[in-house]
């Protein structure tokens, strides 16, 4: 596939930002971290798809610098969801931890601008336990249709895309000693993991509650 193509298909995470953005004064509060981190990650897109196209340029520090405010935005929703919420110094000293790895393996070792996976195993991981520890209390703590609630479809997005993730850069890395069927394949699907994700975040912003009102009686 294209770096045009593969492009053209990374511009569907339109399809939730225009929603998401339709819907802002309506909306719950609770989800605009995560519309934030849409909005970032079609910027970066922008500047990634300039990078290699126009200016064939490698895009990995544009790309390294996102996925720190990817990491930053996504742990901030699942706070604001009610993870660790009663322990906000545990909450901020993980992020912070998390934080400095990306700091040691981008600044201390020099590795800004190349294309390195072991920060992103590990963010990538943390975020797929969130994802599973919120489904679980969900499971456990809602009689409704839990496909009707946007959180859920949220993190089951975030599960199928970050594991995805983590196969994709281990085919990337072995890709980068020799391409085999299996790698090609994988880095192949990328672009319709994308679509199909972000078909499902479109989805979770149209059901997404509105702003509860408080009136006075």
Request: charged share 15%; aromatic share 18%; glycine share 2%.
């Given at each position: 596939m294209s770096s045009i193509i593969a492009f053209l298909f990374s511009q569907s995470v339109l399809l939730p930002i225009i929603i998401g953005l339709i819907r802002f004064r309506r909306i719950d509060r609770a989800y605009r971290p995560f519309l934030l981190l849409l909005i970032i990650g079609f910027i970066t897109e922008i500047i990634s798809f300039i990078l290699i196209i126009d200016l064939h340029r490698s895009n990995a520090l544009a790309v390294n610098i996102?996925?720190?405010?990817?990491?930053?935005?996504?742990?901030l929703q699942f706070h604001v969801w009610g993870f660790l919420k009663q322990k906000k110094w545990l909450f901020y000293g993980l992020v912070t931890f998390v934080c400095l790895v990306w700091f040691v393996e981008n600044l201390i070792f020099g590795k800004i601008t190349e294309i390195v996976p072991y920060f992103r195993f590990f963010y990538y991981f943390l975020i797929v336990l969130f994802s599973?520890?919120?489904i679980n209390f969900m499971i456990t703590h809602y009689n409704r249709n839990l496909f009707r609630n946007p959180k859920f479809l949220i993190c089951i997005a975030f599960i199928i895309y970050f594991i995805y993730m983590i196969v994709y850069f281990w085919a990337f890395q072995v890709s980068?000693?020799?391409?085999?069927?299996?790698?090609?394949r994988?880095?192949?699907?990328?672009?319709?993991?994308?679509?199909?994700?972000n078909t499902i975040y479109a989805i979770a912003f149209l059901l997404v509650p509105a702003k509860v009102k408080f009136t006075l009686k």
């Open positions: 996102y996925i720190l405010i990817e990491w930053i935005l996504i742990a599973v520890n919120e980068r000693f020799g391409k085999s069927d299996i790698s090609n994988i880095i192949f699907l990328m672009a319709y993991v994308n679509i199909f994700t």
